[in-house]
């Protein structure tokens, strides 16, 4: 059990830019989360997925936002169109169970958009 | 109001003293607590969980849970500079948003020697 990954650590880009962000779970974990954590505040969450079924996405997650898990594996987050206000930590978590699951978090990426 | 409040500190506490961290949530529906331990520049670390009412010790850390009055709080024992971060409480919804965790904004605790 290696853990949450996530890849890139850091990724800088330019506005207008497209980027995407990886996400490998613990292995038999079938649920995966990401989060968006900004200076000083807590994460907030954006999406989830069970297996590859991607059950809820937050509001914060506007059109420019994409996640997939096509194979109810690895994750994928892609940001379209970057705007400054996207520089955030992206942080991913996974949790195995039906109930009163723990969920475990990666390392994250950290974004910055000039 | 926000779904998760905790007072952002910072909290001054010497070392070997208790620290005591507090946490009020809106959602009476909410199922489960966690609290994590976020160093500078890091991910969040799960130290506890707790689903019940009362107080659930582990080592040095003692969670306590009181639905009716919706408040969760965490205190640390013998506190050491190592334990110097951000701790963040985080409340599990229940029904069809099950498992998506809803975050406080931390409160900052320094443990000086």
């Known amino acids: 059990d290696t853990g949450v990954s996530q890849d890139p650590r850091h990724k800088i880009t330019k506005r207008g830019q497209n980027v995407t962000f990886r996400c490998d779970p613990i292995?038999?974990?079938?649920?995966l989360y990401w989060y968006r954590q900004t200076l000083g505040q807590g994460p907030e969450f954006l999406t989830y997925?069970?297996?590859?079924?991607?059950?809820?996405k937050s509001r914060l997650l506007s059109d420019r936002f994409s996640a997939e898990r096509p194979k109810g594996s690895f994750s994928t987050l892609e940001i379209q169109r970057t705007e400054q206000g996207d520089s955030a930590m992206y942080l991913c978590?996974?949790?195995?169970?039906?109930?009163?699951?723990?969920?475990?978090f990666g390392p994250g990426t950290r974004l910055l958009v000039l | 109001q926000k779904e998760v409040e905790q007072n952002s500190g910072p909290l001054s506490v010497p070392e070997g003293a208790i620290a005591s961290l507090n946490c009020t949530y809106s959602?009476?529906?909410?199922?489960?607590f966690f609290w994590y331990r976020q160093y500078s520049g890091k991910s969040p670390e799960l130290i506890m969980f707790i689903y019940s009412n009362g107080d659930k010790e582990d080592g040095r850390f003692t969670a306590q849970l009181n639905k009716a009055s919706q408040y969760v709080s965490l205190l640390i024992r013998d506190s050491q500079p190592s334990d110097s971060a951000t701790y963040l409480c985080a409340v599990a919804a229940g029904g069809t948003s099950y498992g998506k965790l809803t975050f406080g904004q931390g409160t900052i605790l320094t443990v000086h020697p």
């Open positions: 997925f069970q297996n590859e079924a991607q059950l809820e």
């Open positions: 978590a996974s949790s195995f169970g039906l109930l009163q699951e723990t969920q475990y």
């Open positions: 292995s038999e974990h079938n649920r």
């Open positions: 959602d009476r529906g909410s199922q489960s």
